[in-house]
């Protein structure tokens, strides 16, 4: 069995104070192993960008805790955290936050920037990245020059590169086809398999749901259930 990279313990997230304020998280229990690919799924607003942004790091959780590859992130200075996250994280979120004035290829190179990769080893990496995605001719443009399924697999190629422990991805692929959605899922797989990279994916994909290995089913700051594919046969997961 392999080790958790984690373990959420009674993690609740309040957004604001008073009348105006909003449950995200009601005590989230869960484990994520190495290696494997976990899927996060339920209705909108039920908290699941909130759940992928406290495993990250990106956001503080109210109470309960969260240990990630052994460490309590919340509990880091926001310098410790923005390195633990740079050296162990990938990122693809919802909006694919690509940088409007660097290339596709700069954009997809950034994580190894900011690692201390020389400027030309890092470019010719991403060149390597993107073609993986598709995007082998598309590395001097300009992000508002893509399309946003274009934009998203320079995103993807960007959560890559710098092979993380951990990717956690919002809504993957949802603006590409599907047989390019079927294309980074395999990739992302291969990798997952090869390196032992923990995979979280949030999506309303059901194309994509048969790669994982895991489903967590959210409703309301809850998840209600976990199923694995022996638990689905013959259903669709959510
Ligand atoms: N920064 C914020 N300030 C206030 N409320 C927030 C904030 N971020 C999220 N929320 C609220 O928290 C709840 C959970 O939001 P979250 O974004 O996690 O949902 P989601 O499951 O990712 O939905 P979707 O599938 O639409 O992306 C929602 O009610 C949302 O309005
Ligand atoms: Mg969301």
Redesign the pocket.
Known sequence: MSQPVVICRGVK?Q??NGGGA????RGIDVEINQGELFMLV??????????I?VIAGI?NQTEGECRVLGESVSGMSSGDKAKFRARNLGFVF?AFNLLPALTAAENVALPLFILGESKKAAVTKAYDLLAQVGLKDRGKSLPAELSGGQQQRVAIARALIHEPKIIVC??PTSAIDHVTGANVLEMMRTLSKDHGTTLII?T?DNRIFPYADRMGE?DD?HIMAIHTPETTQGRHYA
């Open positions: 997230k957004f604001g909003v449950q995200a998280l339920g209705p909108s607003g039920c908290g699941k960008t909130t759940l942004s956001i919802q919002d809504e949030v309303h959210m700051g």
